[in-house]
């Protein structure tokens, strides 16, 4: 192949490229989840892997990645580079930051970043995000809600690099893996991070060999403009209009007050801002994210309404600016907690579904369960150390136009896994009892939200703790278009002993005695629609299939039996 032909690339090699590109993004997150140490990467997969441009946009992401690290990469990767410097990176560099203020989302969440280059030239990117199970702080898991400062949630990263020129600074790993807890899973994590971008490197390096360096950047290129040509072709469809929807967090950790997210979007030909700016000011809590993150939880609600099946890049994103205002707690400024960060997202992508609702016709869909649902469970581990699980007691969607939502799934920006029980309980000292869909907690419509689910188990340990990081528990998933609300989530210690004690989704580190029962229930989906418009055999079916009991159908739909 002719590296210097002028013109486009023909279609086959295109395909074969844009394809490969995101083949490597994909092999670089198996790589991380097969060589990791914590559950959160290699059962639950919370980490996420792309490729960039030698300017920090995106052009291929792991499939399976979690919306929330990638589309924040491209920024707190700029961030990272401008802080280091251009300049000064060269090949076998492995640069590193957690640093949310730069375009980042929680301490926990570390990036991990290596400069590819091709005969001197800086042309890409090589990234991986992942969600330490520690990272110090006040409590194992590094996930109180209750930090008011952004040291309390563990230790900040500040750009720098880890490896330089294949040397690896030892000093500065020293420092990351001696402030965490386990440090022998922290120092495997990284490592895993570490050889993912080894694969990338040499991938990368394979495909620019077969192809041609020139073709394969100018494909690079080719893959963002039609990203971006098939999202403005949708968006052009939608109604022109400005469209208004506040919702709102039970609570910022510290104080028990609704929190207030305000989304105001302007649909206007092919392009969409939206307006983020009278949001609540600064939360005390934990309950805040940066500006990367507000938008990545935009970005993420209009991909997934206007161009769900093509693969997602920098592209996709460019017709979308989203506007906040610093000192909010959409855009949280030093030295902010941004602990809980992945549920306000989860707020800024319900309230901007529900408003460009309106505006998509059939494309619309109700608010899922709305919340990370996240819950440490940790105590005295091996070795000195701390066993921690993490569990995500998240999973319903809402209803969509023609189908009923997803029972039982996680959704949204932080789409992770759940921890199989069976891995669980090999690790930690956990007896799960329950692990199931609960019936009748999705919203009642024309079509119905997906049911919530439960985890409960036995804590067969002294010296346990929990921590609730979550949201949720009092003001329930809208429904839309007159259709029910889903139920709200549920944490209860020992909820049939004769003290059950109910947990606020806003939990810092209490004790829980040995033999108690933690029940964790996520919210319902909301329903789509008058309930009176449901098809009579769907109700029939839902009553067979055990997603809503005989009594809650009659109540909500005027349902009946059919007798034999």
Request: with cysteine.
């Amino acid at each position: 192949m002719n590296d210097t032909a002028p013109g486009a690339i023909d279609p086959f090699t295109f395909a074969v490229i844009h394809r490969s590109l995101i083949g490597i993004a994909r092999d670089m997150k198996l790589m991380t989840m097969r060589t990791a140490y914590t559950q959160l990467w290699k059962e639950q997969g919370d980490l996420s892997c792309c490729l960039m441009d030698g300017a920090g946009d995106i052009v291929a992401q792991d499939p399976n990645g979690f919306p929330i690290h990638v589309t924040t990469m491209p920024m707190q990767l700029k961030g990272a580079v401008a802080a280091i410097g251009r300049d000064t990176l060269e090949p076998g560099d492995i640069i590193a930051t957690n640093d949310p203020y730069i375009g980042g989302t929680h301490l926990p969440d570390v990036l991990i970043a290596r400069p590819l280059f091709h005969e001197g030239e800086l042309f890409a990117f090589a990234c991986n995000r992942g969600h330490w199970a520690d990272i110090g702080g006040m409590g194992p898991g590094s996930y109180s809600p209750s930090a008011s400062d952004i040291h309390q949630e563990g230790l900040f990263i500040p750009p720098v690099k880890l490896v330089a020129r294949g040397v690896v600074q030892q000093g500065v790993i020293d420092m990351i893996i001696g402030n965490i807890r386990n440090k022998r899973v922290g120092h495997g994590d990284l490592r895993a991070q570490y050889a993912s971008t080894e694969t990338a490197a040499t991938r990368f390096a394979a495909l620019v060999a077969r192809y041609g360096f020139a073709t394969v950047r100018r494909a690079m290129g080719e893959i963002v403009d039609r990203a971006e040509a098939m999202t403005r072709a949708k968006i052009a469809a939608f109604k022109d209009g400005v469209y208004h929807v506040r919702d709102c967090l039970d609570g910022d950790g510290i104080n028990r007050g609704k929190r207030w997210v305000d989304v105001k979007v302007t649909v206007s030909g092919s392009d969409i801002e939206v307006d983020l700016t009278g949001s609540d000011p600064t939360s005390a809590g934990g309950m805040n994210c940066s500006h990367s993150a507000a938008a990545s939880a935009v970005q993420y609600a209009i991909k997934a309404i206007t161009d769900p099946e093509n693969p997602p890049n920098a592209g996709s994103y460019r017709p979308v600016k989203v506007l906040t205002k610093p000192g909010t707690l959409v855009d949280a400024q030093p030295p902010a907690s941004m602990i809980g960060f992945g549920d306000v997202t989860y707020r800024v992508m319900d309230a901007t579904l529900a408003a460009l609702a309106p505006a998509v016709g059939e494309r619309a869909v109700a608010a899922g369960s709305g919340s990370t649902g996240t819950v440490v469970i940790t105590g005295p581990g091996a070795e000195g150390g701390a066993f921690i699980s993490i569990e995500l007691a998240s999973g319903a969607w809402g209803a969509r136009y023609g189908s009923d939502g997803i029972s039982g799934m996680r959704y949204g920006p932080g789409n992770a896994g759940h921890i199989p029980i069976e891995a669980d309980e090999m690790e930690n000292p956990l007896l799960f009892e329950r692990y199931e869909i609960v019936p009748d907690t999705g919203g009642a419509g024309r079509t119905r939200g997906g049911n919530g689910f439960v985890r409960a188990f036995r804590v067969e340990c002294d010296g346990a703790r929990i921590c609730l990081c979550s949201d949720r528990d009092e003001t329930p998933p809208p429904g839309l278009d007159g259709g029910a609300p889903g139920t709200t989530a549920r944490f209860v210690i020992d909820p049939d002993g004769p003290n059950p004690t109910v947990l606020p989704s806003k939990t810092a580190y209490i004790p829980v005695p040995r033999g108690s029962l933690v029940h964790l229930q996520s919210a319902g989906g909301a329903g789509m629609g008058s309930p009176g418009e449901r098809d009579g055999a769907a109700i029939a079916d839902d009553v067979a299939d055990g997603y809503v009991t005989p009594e809650h159908a009659a109540k909500v739909y005027g349902w009946l039996p059919t007798r034999a």
